[in-house]
Each structure stands twice: as C-alpha cells, then as structure tokens.
T-cell receptor, first 117, second 113 residues
Framework: GAGVSQTPSNKVTEKGKYVELRCDPI?????LYWYRQSLGQGPEFLIY????????DSGLPNDRFFAVRPEGSVSTLKIQRTERGDSAVYLC???????????????FGAGSRLTVL | DQQVKQNSPSLSVQEGRISILNCDYT??????FLWYKKYPAEGPTFLIS?????DKNEDGRFTVFLNKSAKHLSLHIVPSQPGDSAVYFC????????????FGTGTRLQVTL
C-alpha cells in the first residue's frame, strides 16, 4: 500500500484478555518494526523483522508479548493476559532492506491505541 | 537509561521567528540521527536526518546541526509557521544494529501568531 496501515486504530479491552494488533507495511519494504509509545514518552523499540524472521526482539517487555510475520509482509503483535500497564499506542514502521536507499528512515503507521481497563 | 534526551518538554515561538529544538545523546555508537514530527492521532513522520560524518544538513526551512564531541544535535526551523506546531522527536541509530532507532521523549512546539 501507499503507507503503513495499522488496525484497529483503537482497542479497549479488559485486564487479562488477549489482544492482536495488525500492521500492513509499505509494499516492498522488507524491514518491519513494532514500537510502543506511552503517554509523555517517545516511541520505545519492541521488535524488528527482516523478512519473515524476528531479527531483534530485545525490546519485548516479557513473554506475554509475541509478534509474527509469517509471509514477510503483514505482521501481528499479540499480547496475552493484558495488564493495565500495557495501555499505550503501538506503532508499526517499515523501511527498505538494509543497504538500500532510505533504509535508515522508518515510515510509521498511525498506531493502534490500546486501553486495558 | 535514557540514551537520547530532549530536556525541553515544550517550546513556544512566534510565527516567523526561529525555533531551535535540542537533543543530547550518550551512546557513542550512534552514527546517524533523525528528527520526526508528530501530530495528534498520527504516527511520527520523518523530517530530516544527518549522518555522523557531517555536522550540518539543510532541507528548506529545516536544518539539523550535529556536534559529535558534545554528543548534541539541534533542529532549527526558520521561519517558523503555525503548521509547524507539533511534537518533535529526536532519534538515533547505530548502523550496526540495522535500522533500530532510539527516541527521545519529544518537545512540543507551539508556533503562535
């Protein structure tokens, strides 16, 4: 697509529930990133995919968080047993392959705002 | 451990004047830096970047200055326009870790008439 698309734009859930957030990156971008932005903070790195594989998942806060990108395009961030502290805007970004022109510039989607009650 | 710091949470500037947003970093492995602009309910959008081999990069009204010895960079916007009102994030990356970026906490710029 023309830009990075994220769904849903807003998600309200109850503590303990399971949540999936979806990201559709720019067509042809092999690199995909998930970030989390809490109120008053900058985006915080969660995980980076190069193609289908998670090249760096060092930012995932704990094992309740998991992300997949089975076909190298769309990615899903999965959060199990949600907690109130998970409330944040989850941002997805994509970029061209490392070494390609513009690879250092991430293009972000509008984000999915998650509220855990 | 905040590796990228934006110490001014907000800044107010009159239309037509210069806006200067500052950013400090601690990780000497960072070798490229970007500024992103964010409007409410939108994702951050890329504004301008600079490699560590340069000390200045200019794009229209926007100029980024890098002082590697001080581990400091700044974004200059001149002349400032009301449409520039947004939150500005400084971000830094290390080529050795792909395109993973570390962001500052942002500075909210308000350009007044």
């Amino acid at each position: 697509g023309a830009g990075v698309s994220q769904t849903p734009s807003n998600k309200v859930t109850e503590k303990g529930k399971y949540v999936e957030l979806r990201c559709d990156p720019i067509s042809g971008h092999t690199a995909l990133y998930w970030y989390r932005q809490s109120l008053g903070q900058g985006p915080e790195f969660l995980i980076y995919f190069q193609g289908t594989g998670a090249a760096d998942d060092s930012g995932l806060p704990n094992d309740r968080f998991f992300a997949v990108r089975p076909e190298g395009s769309v990615s899903t961030l999965k959060i199990q047993r949600t907690e109130r502290g998970d409330s944040a805007v989850y941002l997805c970004a994509s970029s061209p392959s490392p070494g390609r022109s513009g690879a250092n510039v991430l293009t972000f989607g509008a984000g999915s705002r998650l509220t855990v009650l | 451990d905040q590796q990228v710091k934006q110490n001014s949470p907000s800044l107010s500037v009159q239309e037509g004047r210069i806006s200067i947003l500052n950013c400090d970093y601690t990780n000497s492995m960072f070798d490229y830096f970007l500024w992103y602009k964010k409007y409410p309910a939108e994702g951050p959008t890329f504004l301008i970047s600079i490699s560590s081999i340069k000390d200045k990069n200019e794009d229209g009204r926007f100029t980024v200055f890098l002082n590697k010895s001080a581990k400091h960079l700044s974004l200059h916007i001149v002349p400032s326009q009301p449409g520039d009102s947004a939150v500005y994030f400084c971000a830094a990356g290390d080529t050795g870790t792909a395109s993973k970026l570390t962001f500052g906490t942002g500075t909210r710029l308000q350009v007044t008439l």
